[in-house]
């Protein structure tokens, strides 16, 4: 069981905070999520015989997941400096 800090917080409190989509415990569990419904998705394929719109509803799950893994990548690689500043 995991236990929380008082200064972290719950994961739900943090959720909505600036920054928090860099949280490796939110991290874990949107891999999580879209792991679930992958797994959802291969199910009914198996079940529905291979229906076409099950493979494409797979395709745009896979393309999803790939794009927030690649924001996050890139909000990675931005300097401290210049997340959040703004120009007067």
Do not use: R, Y
């Not at 199910?43 to 924001?71: D, Q, R, Y």
């Amino acid at each position: 069981m995991m236990t929380v800090t008082p200064e972290s917080g719950s994961f739900f409190s943090n959720v909505l905070t600036p920054g928090s989509s860099l949280n490796p415990t939110f991290l874990l569990v949107a891999d999580a999520a879209f792991l679930f419904l992958f797994l959802v998705f291969v199910s009914l394929i198996v079940l529905t015989g291979g229906n076409v719109h099950i493979w494409f509803l797979m395709a745009i799950e896979l393309c999803l997941w790939a794009s927030v893994k690649w924001f996050v990548n890139e909000l990675k690689q931005v300097p401290k400096g210049v997340k959040g500043s703004k120009e007067d």
